[in-house]
C-alpha cells in the first residue's frame, strides 16, 4: 500500500529511556505531519514539515521531544527521557484528501 | 477556537438497524470536515468529507451549518461496519491541520 511507512509498528521501553521513530512518506511529499494519539482520544499534531522546515510545532512538548526531517523526505521523532505517560500511538501523514496517516508506532513506556 | 465533539463514546446497533453517529463543531471560518474510521488493526482512513457529498459503503453525511453538526448516517447497518469513527475539521486547504473528536466506537451486533 503506497502512501506513509513507519517503523517501528510496536515498542516497548522503560521510563527514562530514549526512543526514535521513523517515518517515510515514500509518494515524496512536501508535507509531513506527525501526530499524537492517546488511548481513547483522536489524534493530535505535534509537528507539521514544510520540506526540512518545522513550520508548525507549538504542540511539541520540546523538553523532552524532539524532530528532523533533514533532507526533506523522511522524518525522525524523538523522545529523550520517555515518561509513563508518553505511551501512545505516533502516527505519521501526509496531505490527501484531508490527511493520509500511516499504521503508526504504539510506544508502551513502563 | 476549534473544538469537535463526538458525544457518545459507545454505540451499538443490531445488524440491518439504522446507525447515526453525532458530531458537532465549533470553528470560527468556512471548516471543511471530515469523518474518518479505523477498523481493527488497520490504519486511520478518510471515510468521508463534505465537500464530496458523496455516500461511501453506504455512508453519507450532511454539514448543517445552522446546528454546526456534521452526523454521520447509514441506513442499515452491517457487522463489517463495526469499528472506530472519528469526526475531524480542517480549515481549506490541504496543509491545514486536523482537529479530531475522541471518536465513537460502533458495534454492529449480528
Known amino acids: 500500500e503506497a502512501g506513509v511507512v513507519q517503523s517501528p509498528r510496536y515498542k516497548i521501553i522503560e521510563k527514562k529511556q530514549p526512543v526514535a521513530f521513523w517515518c517515510n512518506p515514500i509518494?515524496?511529499?512536501?508535507?509531513l505531519y506527525w501526530y499524537l494519539q492517546n488511548l481513547g482520544q483522536g489524534p493530535e499534531l505535534l509537528i507539521r514539515?514544510?520540506?526540512?522546515?518545522?513550520?508548525?510545532d507549538s504542540q511539541l512538548p520540546k523538553d523532552r521531544f524532539s524532530a528532523e526531517r533533514l533532507k526533506g523526505v523522511d522524518s525522525t521523532l524523538k523522545i529523550q527521557p520517555a515518561e509513563l505517560g508518553d505511551s501512545a500511538v505516533y502516527l505519521c501523514a501526509i496531505p490527501g484528501q484531508g490527511k493520509f496517516f500511516g499504521p503508526g508506532t504504539r510506544l508502551t513506556v513502563l | 477556537a476549534q473544538r469537535v465533539t463526538q458525544p457518545e463514546k459507545l454505540l451499538s446497533v443490531f445488524k440491518g438497524a439504522p446507525v447515526e453517529l453525532k458530531c458537532n463543531y465549533s470553528y470560527s471560518g468556512s471548516p471543511e470536515l471530515f469523518w474518518y474510521v479505523q477498523y481493527s488493526r488497520q490504519r486511520l482512513q478518510l471515510l468521508l468529507r463534505?465537500?464530496s457529498r458523496e455516500s461511501i459503503k453506504g455512508f453519507t453525511a450532511d454539514l448543517n451549518k445552522g446546528e454546526t453538526s456534521f452526523h454521520l448516517k447509514k441506513p442499515f447497518a452491517q457487522e463489517e461496519d463495526s469499528a472506530m469513527y472519528y469526526c475531524a475539521l480542517s480549515g481549506f486547504g490541504g496543509a491545514n491541520n486536523l482537529f479530531f473528536g475522541t471518536g465513537t466506537r460502533l458495534t454492529v451486533i449480528p
Open positions: 514539515y514544510e520540506n526540512e522546515e518545522a513550520v508548525d
Open positions: 463534505h465537500i
Open positions: 509518494s515524496g511529499h512536501n508535507t
